[in-house]
């Protein structure tokens, strides 16, 4: 299972980040895997994981926390369509196929967690 984040508002962001190597970092500063220039995230914020076959988002102890579709979050697995805010930036998670196209785990996974 390979996913993506997508920011919402662009900026001098890329248009998609691909989780393709993980765990992934996002934080502040140039060791995070995904840097953010944005004040309200911390040095290193979050980290995305793949766990048990689940796409896992850990808060790192960030000053301003972790928002996973509108709630602070420790800890949560990530599935298609959710937002995850970290500081000013908000990115959306996509699922992508092996070959980097839109495939049926997306209705699986959301199967999994109800809304």
Excluded at 11 to 22: Q, Y
Excluded at 24 to 29: A, H, K, P, V, W
Excluded at 48 to 64: A, E, P
Excluded at 72 to 96: N, W, Y
């Amino acid at each position: 299972m390979i996913a993506k984040l997508v920011p919402q508002s662009r900026g001098d962001l890329p248009t998609e980040f691909v989780l393709e190597k993980l765990p992934m970092t996002l934080g502040r500063c140039d060791s995070a895997t995904i840097c953010l220039n944005d004040r309200w995230v911390s040095r290193l914020h979050c980290e995305i994981d793949l766990v048990d076959g689940s796409l896992i988002v850990r808060d790192l102890g960030s000053k301003h926390g972790t928002i996973l579709n509108g709630t602070h979050t420790k800890q949560a697995e990530l599935m298609p369509g959710d937002r995850l805010s970290v500081g000013m930036v908000t990115f959306e998670v996509v699922l992508i196929g092996a070959t980097g196209n839109a495939n049926d785990d997306s209705q699986e996974l959301r199967k999994r967690r109800p809304r």
